[in-house]
């Protein structure tokens, strides 16, 4: 695996000739611990990953395999769904507060610009989707 590929590894869950669905198990850093059972800390998510089914490969329901995405595309998500609402977040309450707005306009403000960047966001979801394409490898 190269230094500039995020990875996980995953379970085959279906295929079609399109698409091909990865079902991979996210999970807490302390739920590999020996006591999680005792703890209510650890978690672990299931999440399914659709990626474009590559014609030349034998995979087949079932089989473990290496969802991949390059790491650009992974700090490009960071920065789509982090950064950039924080620094509308910031420079709103910043700039109203500077010129004399009440502190509740203010939150109201900000959080509503954040809330139409989110919206804004989710209505852009195909168009993203295009460049966030994750590929398969051999576990």
């Known amino acids: 695996m190269a230094r500039n590929e995020i990875s996980h590894i995953g379970r085959i869950k279906e ?4 698409s091909t669905v990865v079902e991979i198990v996210s999970s807490s850093a302390c739920s590999a611990c020996h006591a999680r059972g005792l703890c209510s800390v650890s978690e672990e998510k299931v999440k399914e990953i659709e990626v474009p089914t590559d014609p030349y490969a034998t995979w087949k329901t079932g089989d473990e395999v290496r ?25 709103l309450i910043l700039t109203l507060s500077a010129v004399g707005v009440h502190e509740i306009y203010t939150g109201l403000a900000a959080a509503g610009a954040v809330a139409v960047y989110y919206l804004v966001i989710y209505l852009m979801r195909g168009f993203l989707a295009r460049d966030f394409v994750f590929y398969l490898k051999e576990k």
Do not use: D, R
């Open 15 to 18: 295929m079609t000739p399109e």
């Open 67 to 91: 969802v991949m995405l390059k790491q650009t595309m992974g700090l490009k998500a960071v920065w789509i769904s982090y950064v950039a609402p924080l620094l509308i977040l910031m420079i």
